[in-house]
């Protein structure tokens, strides 16, 4: 069976993870697997080169000190990150039912060294679900940027990714930003097949575009939602979308939001901007993203 795989790093945002996760393990039927990842900075300090500045004994040396002192810093490392995850699985067991009518899930953990992105790259073959943190460790209190990773992670991964908020609040209703693109179709397609959200009332937004084609798109996605038993409203808001839906979350129109996630080059982001980016920056609900 596939399973949801959270990524708990042991910042403000772990436990909203635990959570987000949980209630998105229970809800699929599926099993939970905590991986924290263990970057190469984390465990190594040890450099490459001197470039000539120190003489051969010296150099032999200060190597022989350094990498005494990376062994005790990556055994250090292993074990907070041991840690993280027994209080990371010890939260979701101690808690009661993430949701009335489904069971808690079954719990594992995963310890890895190296990069996120690989890691999760090999993790998610077997994951339906990938659940991270709006900001990681050294981002905490930077409010205005995301975590280092996200964008990396959501614009390699082939899996959708539900980006956790500050904390857990009940799920009832979503919102899904329409735009008629692939990355919305599949979304559409997935919420209609699977159980995560069945049940939930959900909006279907489209913003930015009044066209007849679009339009089109909208009623074809809502239909195929009410044919998989959603209670479902449509609907078209003229103006910027990143505007119009941060408006509709802000009336507290949803208590999750769906939609695509980069789907244009890096370099038109760089030039224009991305609406992914700004809308998880300012969003203090839940994300689900599909590419």
Not at 38 to 53: A, C, H, M, Q, V
Not at 155 to 169: C, E, N, T
Not at 221 to 229: D, P, T
Not at 233 to 240: D, F, R, S, T
């Amino acid at each position: 069976m596939d399973k949801v795989v959270a990524c708990i790093d042991g910042s403000a945002y772990s436990h909203s993870v635990c959570d987000h996760a949980a209630w998105a393990a229970a809800r699929s039927g599926a099993p939970l697997q905590l991986v924290h990842v263990l970057g190469r900075r984390e465990i190594s300090t040890l450099p490459t080169d001197f470039s000539g500045s120190l003489g051969a004994g010296a150099q032999e040396m200060l190597l022989t000190e350094l990498a005494a002192l990376d062994e005790q810093k990556a055994k250090l490392a292993h074990a907070r990150a041991g840690l993280i995850l027994d209080e990371a699985k010890a939260r979701i067991a101690a808690q009661a039912q993430p949701e009335a009518g489904f069971d808690r899930p079954s719990v594992t953990t995963a310890l890895r060294s190296g990069d996120i992105v690989e890691t999760l790259a090999e993790i998610e073959e077997q994951a339906s679900l990938l659940v991270i943190g709006k900001r990681g460790e050294a981002a905490d209190f930077a409010k205005l940027h995301l975590g280092s990773n996200l964008e990396r992670i959501a614009r390699a991964s082939r899996r959708p990714i539900l980006v956790a908020s500050r904390a857990f609040h009940p799920i009832r209703r979503f919102l899904i930003a329409f735009d008629g693109g692939p990355s919305a179709i599949k979304a559409v397609e997935y919420i209609a097949a699977g159980p995560l959200l069945r049940g939930l009332r959900c909006t279907i937004l489209l913003a930015g575009s009044t066209e007849s084609e679009a339009r089109r798109q909208l009623d074809a996605a809502a239909a195929r939602l009410r044919g998989a038993g959603f209670d479902v409203v449509a609907a078209v808001e003229p103006g910027y979308p990143e505007e119009v839906i941060a408006a509709r979350v802000d009336d507290g129109g949803a208590d999750l939001l769906v939609m695509g996630a980069y789907g244009h080059s890096r370099i038109r982001h760089l030039i224009i901007g991305s609406t992914t980016t700004e809308m998880v920056r300012s969003c203090r609900i839940p994300v689900l993203m599909f590419r």
